[in-house]
C-alpha cells in the first residue's frame, strides 16, 4: 500500500457525461500528479499540483481540469466525455518536485 | 521536450536468468531518473538515481546511472516468475515538475 488513495476505483459512465476522480496524497506529500495511462500505451502526464498550486501542465484536453484543496486531496474532473477517454487515471504525490513520487491504485474510466 | 526511451519493449525469460533492462534519456537539467514495477496496476517505486547517488541495489534488483551517456540499466538477477511485470524508467528534468515515462519494458519470467 503505497498510502495514495484513488476512489472510485472503477467507473462506467456514457459519452457525453461528467466525472470526478479523487485523489489523497500520502500523509505529508505537498505534491500530487496526475496521469493517463490507455491500453498498450506509457504513462501520460496530465498535471501537477503542489501545495494548492499548478505547477506544470502536459498533455491535459481541455475538456479536463483539476484542482487541489487546503487539505491537500485532488480532483480530477473530466467533462463531455468520449470513448477515446477509456483508460486508467493514476494520481501520485510526492514531497516535493524532486523526490521519488508513490502512485495510487487507479481508476478505471470506461466510456461506453 | 523530455524524452525517455526504453529498450527492449518486452523480453521473456527463464526463472534463474540474469536480465539487463534499458533506459535512454534526453532532459533539460536533469534532476533523476527513477524505475518502477507495474503488475497489475500501480507502478510500484523501486529506485532513485541522481548526480550523487548512481547506483542502487536491493535484493537481486540493481541500478546506475550514466549521467554522460544519458542512460541507466536495470539489473534483476536469478529472476523468478513475480518479476514479471512491466518495468518504467522516469526522468525529472527542470524544476521537477514531473516525472515523463518511458513505454516500459514487458519483462515475462517463464518457469
Known amino acids: 500500500d503505497s498510502g495514495v488513495t484513488q476512489t472510485p476505483k472503477h467507473l462506467i459512465t456514457a459519452t457525453g457525461q461528467r466525472v470526478t476522480l479523487r485523489c489523497s496524497p500520502r500523509?505529508?506529500?505537498?505534491?500530487v500528479y496526475w496521469y493517463q495511462q490507455s491500453l498498450d500505451q506509457g504513462l501520460q502526464f496530465l498535471i501537477q499540483?503542489?501545495?494548492?498550486?499548478?505547477?506544470a501542465k502536459g498533455n491535459i484536453l481541455e475538456r479536463f481540469s483539476a484542482q487541489q484543496f487546503p487539505d491537500l486531496h485532488s480532483e480530477l474532473n473530466l467533462s463531455s466525455l468520449e470513448l477515446g477517454d477509456s483508460a486508467l487515471y493514476f494520481c501520485?504525490?510526492?514531497?516535493?518536485?524532486?523526490?521519488?513520487?508513490?502512485f495510487g491504485q487507479g481508476t478505471r474510466l470506461t466510456v461506453v | 521536450e523530455d524524452k525517455v526511451v526504453q529498450s527492449p519493449l518486452s523480453l521473456v525469460v527463464h526463472e534463474g536468468d540474469t536480465v539487463t533492462l534499458n533506459c535512454s534519456y534526453e532532459?533539460?537539467?536533469?534532476?533523476?531518473l527513477l524505475w518502477y514495477k507495474q503488475e497489475k496496476k500501480a507502478p510500484t517505486f523501486l529506485f532513485m538515481l541522481?548526480?550523487?547517488?548512481i547506483e542502487k541495489k536491493s535484493g537481486r534488483l540493481s541500478s546506475i546511472l550514466d549521467k554522460k551517456e544519458l542512460f541507466s540499466i536495470l539489473n534483476i538477477t536469478a529472476t523468478q516468475t513475480g518479476d514479471s511485470a512491466i518495468y518504467l524508467c522516469?526522468?525529472?528534468?527542470?524544476?521537477?515538475?514531473?516525472?515523463?515515462f518511458g513505454e516500459g519494458t514487458q519483462l515475462t519470467v517463464n518457469p
Open positions: 541522481t548526480s550523487s547517488g
Open positions: 532532459v533539460t537539467n536533469f534532476r533523476s
Open positions: 500523509s505529508g506529500d505537498l505534491s
Open positions: 499540483y503542489y501545495n494548492g498550486e499548478e505547477r
Open positions: 522516469a526522468v525529472v528534468g527542470t524544476s521537477g515538475s514531473r516525472l515523463t
Open positions: 501520485a504525490s510526492s514531497v516535493s518536485g524532486a523526490t521519488e513520487a508513490f
